[in-house]
Structure formats: structure tokens, C-alpha cells
């Protein structure tokens, strides 16, 4: 299937492009989440159905809200504003129908496994549980530090000082 | 079986690599280089899955997964520091913090 794998490289080509050129910074935001779905559709094609899901739920889902959240609170809205006018949404939305429109030919008309082999999600798990649990404990551990680390440095000067008294 | 090769994965990945890294060096606002580092570790995590695909197995999968893992603590940490970067300097500028402080 190296049609549907091209198309998509040049969807993530063109929209990473698109981050690192436009000015306003919503804008390039927007363009982010395509560039992730983009390559959540390559890795559909490559036969790895699983990590294209994890793509979309962890890096489009729960890492861009987190940038929504900090464009949020750092009140951004003064040099650009928040509030997207209509025509900056036609970039994206043309390049996440041309993905929209993959996905659906690759779900509906073709059989699944596009690429030569599909890995699927109890492979990985095997191999996850099995050989690499080690590095599963180390990412835990990796995600717990990142989790004190944001608190303790996003803290208000305030709540620092009381810090060491109400623990 | 026309199944995509394993230099085609590798030039995206290497691809998308690249314009992270233009944009890490070009842009100068803290949130933008944040997502330019993401999309380079995204494009790292691009060569793992197809060199885990090319061999049919899961590995290059497992380790795109800790590189999610680690993309998120990543992330995290660093828009905390935009956050405090902002009341501290009043700016979202890299180049405004040009001055350590010991």
C-alpha cells in the first residue's frame, strides 16, 4: 500500500512545515495535531495498528492538551490572539480530509493488513510484559519524576516556601 | 504485495527530523521549540516502527512506546518551565534568557 503511505508522508511533510513557519501560534498548534495524525496514518500503513492508535490518543490527545493548557494559562491571547478566524482552520481541515478520506479506503476497502506483516497489539504486549519490563518500571518511574518535577517548578513562589510545612 | 520499503520510512522520518531541528534553531518562541522537539522525537519514534515493520517485529513498537513515555515527561516539565519563564521574564522569548543566575 505505498500509495496511501505516500499520500500520508506528504500530508505530515507539508503540515510539519506549516508548524514550524506559521507566526500565530494556535496556528501552528492546529497544524501540529495534523502532522500527528499524518503519521498515526503511516504507521497504519506500515501494518502497526496499535502504536498509530496510541499516536492518536497519547501524542494528538493528551500532549497537545497539555500545550492547549500552557497557551492557556500563559495568557498568550495578547500577542496572538486565541480565538481562530475562519479561514486559518481551511489548511488544516483540506489536509485532514485528504487523511480522513486514507483511513476510511484503508478501513472500508481494503483488507487490513496493508503493509507485508501486521504486528498487533498482543505481539507488542508480549514483547512489552516479557523481555522489556524493565523499561516499563524505568518508564513509570520516568513519568512519577516528570509528574513532582512540573509541580514543584510551576509552583508559585508561595506555595514553594510553605511547601516543606504542610507536607 | 506492494508493501512500503524500509528506505521510504527511514527519508520521512529523516524528513520530518529535519524540519523539527529547523524550527528548534529558527523559532525563538519557548512553546514552539517545545513542539519542534516533539516533532523530532516523534520522527525518531517514526524509525523505530519501520524498522520494527521491515522485520515484522514488535520491538521497534515497544520502543516507540517508551519514547512516548518519555515525550509526555518531556513535555511536562518543559511547559512548566515555560510557565515559569513567563513570570519570571515576562516574555515567551529564548533569547531574553540569555543570563545565568547562580
Known amino acids: ?167 | 504485495m506492494a508493501a512500503v520499503s524500509l528506505d521510504h520510512g527511514l527519508i520521512l522520518a529523516a524528513i520530518l527530523f529535519a524540519i523539527g531541528f529547523a524550527g528548534l534553531l529558527a523559532r525563538r518562541n519557548l512553546i514552539v521549540v517545545l513542539a519542534c522537539i516533539e516533532i523530532m522525537l516523534n520522527a525518531a519514534g517514526l524509525a523505530f516502527v519501520v524498522a520494527g515493520a521491515r522485520w515484522g517485529q514488535a520491538d521497534g513498537q515497544v520502543m516507540f512506546l517508551f519514547v512516548l513515555a518519555m515525550a509526555a515527561a518531556e513535555v511536562a516539565v518543559g511547559l512548566a518551565i515555560a510557565i515559569r519563564f513567563r513570570q519570571t521574564l515576562k516574555s515567551l522569548d529564548v533569547d531574553d534568557a540569555d543570563e545565568m543566575k547562580g
Open chain 1, 1 to 167: 500500500m505505498t500509495v496511501l503511505f505516500t499520500i500520508a508522508a506528504v500530508v505530515a511533510v507539508l503540515s510539519t512545515l506549516m508548524v514550524v513557519t506559521q507566526r500565530n501560534l494556535v496556528h501552528a498548534l492546529l497544524y501540529l495535531v495534523i502532522s500527528l495524525f499524518a503519521v498515526a496514518v503511516v504507521f497504519y500503513t506500515l501494518g502497526a495498528p496499535f502504536v498509530a492508535a496510541l499516536e492518536v490518543i497519547v501524542y494528538a490527545g493528551a500532549i497537545m492538551m497539555l500545550f492547549i493548557f500552557a497557551v492557556m494559562l500563559l495568557n498568550v491571547s495578547a500577542d496572538s490572539p486565541l480565538r481562530v478566524p475562519s479561514r486559518a482552520w481551511i489548511g488544516p481541515a483540506i489536509l485532514a480530509a485528504v487523511l480522513l478520506a486514507e483511513v476510511i479506503y484503508g478501513l472500508v476497502l481494503t483488507s487490513p493488513p496493508l503493509a507485508g506483516k501486521t504486528v498487533g497489539p498482543v505481539a507488542v504486549s508480549e514483547a512489552l510484559y516479557g523481555p522489556y519490563v524493565l523499561g516499563v518500571e524505568l518508564a513509570s518511574m520516568l513519568l512519577l519524576a516528570a509528574l513532582i518535577g512540573a509541580r514543584h517548578v510551576a509552583a508559585r513562589d508561595g506555595d514553594r516556601d510553605t511547601e516543606g510545612d504542610d507536607a
